[in-house]
C-alpha cells in the first residue's frame, strides 16, 4: 500500500501514542508480550518513528535495528535518536524487498506491518524475509487489526480512534479506514484487516511455529484513570489482535 500517507504524516505519528487505546491497550500489552528484552537483539519492522525501537532500547535490548518504508518516518525517527541517543539503528526498507542484514536478531516484532502486504504472496515475502533475519528459535511479536472486527459495534471515538471499512476488498481481507482523533488536526490512514487464516498461512508456509493468537488488555493504570465501564465497548468488539510465533 501507498507509503505516501505515511510520508505525509511525520513526526505526526508519535500523537498516536497518546490516545487511550494506545496509552492503555496497545503499548502495555505490546509491550507484555515480548517480555524481558534484556541482552537480546530486536529488529522492529514497520518502527515508524521509533516509538517502541527507543523502547526496547531503554527496556535493555543490546541491539535494536528500526525499519521502515517511508523515508519521512526513518528520518522522524534519526531525529529522535539525535536529541536523545541510545543507540537505535534505523534504515528505510521494505519488508516485502527486506535486504540480506548483517546478523541475525533474537526478537523481531511487527506493528501493523504484515498487514500492508498487497497480496498473500506479498505477505509471504515479508514473513519468509523475517524469518531469514532471526537466530532459530527466535521469536516474532505481530499487532494489527483484529480479524474478527465487527464495524457495526459502537464507535471507537472515545478511545480516541474511528475504525470504518471502505469498502473495497484486497486478496488478504477487507480495506479499512483508520483515523487518529489527534487535536487539532485528524490523522487517516488506509490499510486491510487479512483475515486471520491469512496470516496463519502465511507464517507457517514460512516456516514459523507455535502460532498464537492473544488479546489485547487494557492496564490498570487504565482503569484507574477512566473506570472499568468505560472499556466495556473496547472489550466487546476488540479493534486490536496480537500474535506470536517462533522461527
Known amino acids: 500500500m501507498s507509503v505516501q500517507q505515511y510520508d505525509a504524516i511525520g513526526e505526526a505519528f508519535e500523537g498516536f501514542k497518546s490516545l487511550p487505546l494506545m496509552r492503555y491497550g496497545e503499548v502495555p500489552s505490546f509491550l507484555g508480550l515480548v517480555g524481558d528484552v534484556r541482552g537480546k537483539s530486536v529488529l522492529d519492522l514497520a518502527c515508524g518513528t521509533g516509538f517502541y525501537s527507543r ?3 531503554r527496556r535493555g535490548a543490546t541491539d535494536v535495528l528500526g525499519v521502515d518504508i517511508s ?3 526513518i528520518a522522524a525517527a534519526r531525529g529522535s535518536e539525535q536529541r536523545d541517543p541510545l543507540g537505535v539503528n534505523y534504515e528505510v526498507g521494505d519488508v516485502a524487498e527486506l535486504r540480506p542484514l548483517d546478523r541475525r536478531f533474537d526478537i523481531a516484532v511487527g506493528v501493523q506491518c504484515l ?3 498487497d497480496d498473500i504472496a506479498a ?3 515479508m514473513c519468509r524475509n523475517i ?3 532471526l537466530v532459530p528459535g527466535g521469536e516474532f511479536f505481530v499487532l494489527a487489526q483484529n480479524p474478527d472486527y465487527r464495524f457495526d459495534c459502537p464507535s471507537l471515538d472515545k478511545y480516541g480512534f474511528l475504525c470504518e471499512p471502505t469498502g473495497e476488498d484486497t486478496e488478504t481481507g ?6 487518529a482523533l489527534l487535536d487539532p488536526q485528524p490523522i487517516s490512514i488506509v490499510t486491510a484487516a487479512p483475515r486471520r487464516e491469512v496470516y496463519e498461512q502465511s ?3 514460512t516456516g514459523f511455529s507455535e502460532v498464537t493468537w492473544v488479546p489485547l488488555q487494557v492496564s490498570e ?7 472499568e465501564d468505560f472499556w466495556a465497548d473496547l472489550f466487546a468488539t476488540p479493534p486490536l489482535e496480537m500474535l506470536r510465533c517462533r522461527a
Open 131 to 133: 524469518h531469514r533475519s
Open 71 to 73: 523515508v519521512e518516518m
Open 55 to 57: 523502547e526496547f532500547k
Open 203 to 205: 507464517l507457517r508456509a
Open 115 to 117: 498487514n500492508y502486504a
Open 221 to 227: 493504570a487504565g482503569v484507574r484513570e477512566f473506570g
Open 123 to 125: 505477505m509471504e515475502r
Open 174 to 179: 477487507p480495506r479499512v479506514r483508520v483515523t
